[in-house]
């Protein structure tokens, strides 16, 4: 009897057969190098910077799906899948399950995804909080997976420093100054609520609360109307963004203005230098290349600082694993979630609140041998426990007790 072309065994083998997709995102070569070392077969497809009509992309995916025979496909973020749905109809048709693994807000992204649900689908989170609410969605299969980090990629590459690196302390991420004035711009709110925004934003940030759009219409119902007047659900999701990164804005100016007394080293987008304007004692330094730079960098800092997104209440951020994969020492915002993943005062050493980032900058400062012992400890965690390939083990098991 001929086996049906939509029809194949799915994990039969030792290991699973993973179609990778792709949208130019960091997280998405992690995972194929992970799947090299642990000896995974698997596919990379990058969709994201190919313009394909509707008849184009479905022959290509149905022709990449029936000569590969993938037990999943793995995507990052949701990207690589198309937003009007056609993927998981595909997916559903040739009943293969989709894994799509947050690392940012995913009601900051799914938002403008049509049949969301046509295909088998699992969620990872890296943010434990949003568990409930994608479940509330009517996913079915949802999961908590917390970033890690990639050690063959964060290793230095200079035999010398760079000596303009060097700093007491330093801090490298984005000032959100241009992200946020880009969502304005998509959401083209009213003149009300453009103004009211601000406040939102600054509330927002000083809650526990995990989404912008339902704080703002749980604590603002004043605000409701001009809100829902913005229509089409890619407006509000625009919004709902500018509220998160608006919020980010605050914190981390809020943050970094505690050390300035340290002499510090920004590194980031030019924003900095217009959200830092008239302030003195620090140094600014453009972006550096993630995997070419960062590796050689963070060790130059005797102390690295680190102020986390505001889309995350309770989940921690890249640099809380690189910086001590890198053998460098870290100083954090608290998240709840940290104590899951590393002993606190042992391994990791963070601030409840900004008013007492001058204290551990100074106390930290003056005891290098104690820098290092942390680094050390969270350092051989690290490798211990939040490798990706340690991720990409959990995420393959999981996918075959949820479908196999």
Known sequence: MQTSP??????????????????QYFLIGELQTACERLNIEHLFIDLGTKEMDLDTFVSHMVST??????????????????????????????????????????????????????AKTAIF?????????????????????????????????????????????????????????????????????????????????????????????????????????????????????????????????????????????????????????GSTGWRYHSELSYYKDLPDFYPLSDINFNCTSQQMKGAVNQRVFDVPCCGAFLLTDYRRQMEDLFEPGLEIIFYNHPDEIPELVELYLKDPEKRQRIAQAARKRVLAEHTYDHRMTTLMETMRQTFA
Not at 6 to 23: M, V
């Open 6 to 23: 939509t029809k194949w065994p799915r994990f039969r083998g030792k290991t699973p057969r993973i179609l990778l997709l792709t949208s």
């Open 65 to 118: 799906l029936t000569t590969f025979k993938p037990d999943f496909v793995l995507t990052v973020n949701h990207l690589g899948v198309d937003r009007e749905g056609i993927l998981a109809m595909l997916l559903d048709k040739f009943n293969v399950p989709l894994a799509s693994w947050f690392v940012d807000n995913p009601h900051l992204i799914l938002g403008s995804y049509q049949n969301l649900h046509g």
């Open 125 to 277: 989170t890296w943010d434990s909080d949003n568990m409930e609410s994608l479940r509330a969605m009517d996913f079915k299969n949802v999961f908590h997976l917390p970033l890690g980090a990639d050690p063959t990629r964060l290793t230095p590459h200079r035999t010398q420093p760079v000596d303009q690196w060097r700093a007491p302390i330093s801090f490298v991420g984005n000032s959100m100054l241009t992200k946020t004035i880009k969502r304005i711009e998509a959401a083209r709110p009213s003149p009300h609520l453009m103004e009211a925004g601000l406040l939102v934003a600054k509330a927002f940030g000083e809650s526990d609360e995990p989404r912008a759009g339902q704080f703002l219409t749980r604590h603002f119902p004043e605000l409701r109307a001009d809100f829902e007047a913005l229509e089409t659900p890619e407006r509000k999701q625009a919004f709902e963004t500018f509220l998160t990164w608006q919020a980010t804005l605050m914190y981390r100016l809020d943050c970094v203005l505690r050390i300035l007394d340290f002499n510090p080293l920004i590194v980031g987008d030019p924003g900095w230098k217009e959200i830092l304007k």
